[in-house]
T-cell receptor, first 115, second 113 residues
Framework: AQSVTQLDSHVSVSEGTPVLLRCNYS??????LFWYVQHPNKGLQLLLK??????LVKGINGFEAEFKKSETSFHLTKPSAHMSDAAEYFC?????????????FGAGTRLAVHP | EPEVTQTPSHQVTQMGQEVILRCVPI?????FYWYRQILGQKVEFLVS????????KSEIFDDQFSVERPDGSNFTLKIRSTKLEDSAMYFC???????????FGNGTRLTVT
């Protein structure tokens, strides 16, 4: 069965410093992996997706994630945090390669960005 | 940019009452979904809907739940007799195809008292 574990429930960074949000996955075969972001009172927005193409995936707003099969990780990074990045971030796996049906969400990481 | 819209944003209902959560997916989308997030817990898949029928549902989606696309624009989730444990944020999502990104609405917070 597929699952994702987000290793930090809260991350706090200063504006202009790097962001690292950690995610490990468990899958019996090559998964599709995603990062979604949820700003307060907003819906879930797709940041980026991995579907067995390039292992380094670039997303919106300067975020990127690297798929590491040997470590079963899909960590989300950004070189320089902005105040507007403060939100909740979800690492997500799909049971079906390339498909979006029946997404399995991690518990979420709340990112705080301080001036 | 087109959005998935959900109404109401917050609904309070008494235990045992029926509730209908409404969603307007993006107009050219063909796949529709409901997810929910109980406070403090993970976002969970409830059901997917395609071609006017349920394509997949989770264990949560029991006989108390039903979905409908009554016309060309709305997609609804009905809970027949609400329980306290149905209190959650319910998200509607839609997509153009099986492998297309899901667009989520802002959610409806359901509170059952």
């Amino acid at each position: 069965a597929q699952s994702v574990t987000q290793l930090d429930s809260h991350v706090s960074v200063s504006e202009g410093t790097p962001v690292l949000l950690r995610c490990n996955y468990s899958s019996s075969y090559s998964p599709s992996l995603f990062w979604y972001v949820q700003h307060p009172n907003k819906g879930l927005q797709l940041l980026l997706k991995y579907t067995s193409a390039a292992t380094l995936v670039k997303g919106i707003n300067g975020f990127e994630a690297e798929f590491k099969k040997s470590e079963t990780s899909f960590h989300l990074t950004k070189p320089s945090a902005h105040m507007s990045d403060a939100a909740e971030y979800f690492c997500v796996v799909s049971p079906l390669s390339g498909g979006y049906n029946k997404l399995i969400f991690g518990a979420g990481t709340r990112l705080a960005v301080h001036p | 940019e087109p959005e998935v819209t959900q109404t109401p944003s917050h609904q309070v209902t008494q235990m045992g009452q029926e509730v209908i959560l409404r969603c307007v997916p993006i107009s050219n989308h063909l796949y529709f979904y409901w997810y929910r997030q109980i406070l403090g817990q993970k976002v969970e898949f409830l059901v997917s809907f395609y071609n006017n029928e349920i394509s997949e549902k989770s264990e949560i989606f029991d006989d108390q739940f039903s979905v409908e696309r009554p016309d060309g624009s709305n997609f609804t989730l009905k809970i027949r007799s609400t329980k306290l444990e149905d209190s959650a944020m319910y998200f509607c999502a839609s997509g153009t195809g099986f492998d297309s990104p899901l667009h989520f609405g802002n959610g409806t917070r359901l509170t059952v008292t």
